[in-house]
């Protein structure tokens, strides 16, 4: 993760979005106020999203395990067309 400060990114945009995108990283940039932002790649963002969609999903997995487990399972038929 690179960081920069505001002013340094804005003089140089061009150059932190082409590390962003060709580079794969993710750029920090601190502004006043704690009001910091993050730069990054289209991809990456997309790739971070997939990986917390699949972590959600496998709890929901494990939360089912675990009703099973203690008994609240509920049998039902299948239903065939």
Same mark, same amino acid.
């Given at each position: 993760?690179?960081?920069?400060?505001?002013?340094?990114?804005?003089?140089?945009?061009?150059?932190?979005?082409?590390?962003?995108?060709?580079?794969?990283?993710?750029?920090?940039?601190?502004?006043?106020?704690? &009001?910091?932002?993050?730069?990054?790649?289209?991809?990456?963002?997309?790739?971070?999203?997939?990986?917390?969609?699949?972590?959600?999903?496998?709890? &929901?997995?494990?939360? $089912?395990?675990?009703?099973?487990?203690? $008994?609240? $399972?509920?049998?039902?038929?299948?239903?065939?067309?």
């Amino acid at each position: 993760m690179l960081a920069a400060n505001y002013t340094t990114v804005r003089n140089n945009l061009k150059d932190y979005c082409d590390k962003a995108s060709d580079d794969n990283e993710i750029v920090l940039v601190t502004r006043k106020a704690d &009001k910091n932002v993050v730069i990054m790649s289209l991809e990456r963002l997309n790739q971070i999203e997939k990986e917390l969609r699949n972590a959600r999903y496998l709890a &929901k997995i494990d939360r $089912g395990f675990a009703q099973i487990e203690a $008994g609240l $399972g509920v049998a039902h038929e299948l239903i065939e067309d």
